[in-house]
């Protein structure tokens, strides 16, 4: 099995994504991501180990099991992999929607440059969400 840092450099690159790219669509700096594949801290070079909530964030940006991600840096034991299995996939799934439906919020406001503290962008988003509630149940 390859190390995390070898992991998260290879699914990236598998997606055809440059850091700032990978950073862009998971919220962490270009600077963080690039110290986890080199597995590296930058300035104390002690190794470094992402936390739950940077896999979390980076599966959901690469579309990647998180739970493949947190057994890989050991934070799951074989044993509650194996007694849980069936309900940390849906956990995973649960946290992945959500972590997407975050992302698409951010892409929204950012790309429609919504003020959510003015009354009529934040109806304007409402709208956007509406919608896109209503499309995902046909």
């Not at 055809?16 to 990978?22: F, G």
């Not at 801290?41 to 002690?46: G, L, R």
């Not at 992402?50 to 690469?62: E, K």
């Not at 698409?104 to 409402?126: I, S, W």
């Amino acid at each position: 099995m390859p190390s995390i840092n070898e992991l998260l450099a290879s699914i990236r690159k598998e997606r055809k994504l440059s850091l700032r790219a990978a950073a862009e669509k998971s919220g962490l700096s270009h600077s963080y991501i690039d110290s986890l594949e080199k597995g590296i801290h930058p300035k104390t070079k002690a190794p470094i180990k992402p936390s739950p909530d940077s896999l979390r964030l980076l599966a959901s940006a690469y579309d990647y099991s998180y739970k493949e991600l947190m057994d890989v840096v050991g934070y799951l034991d074989e044993e509650s992999n194996a007694n849980s299995k069936e309900h940390s996939d849906e956990l995973t799934g649960e946290e992945l929607s959500r972590e997407r439906t975050e992302y698409v919020l951010r892409e929204l406001v950012k790309k429609y440059n919504l003020d959510l503290t003015n009354p009529q962008d934040a109806e304007t988003l409402e709208d956007m969400i509406k919608i896109v509630h209503r499309n995902s149940q046909k």
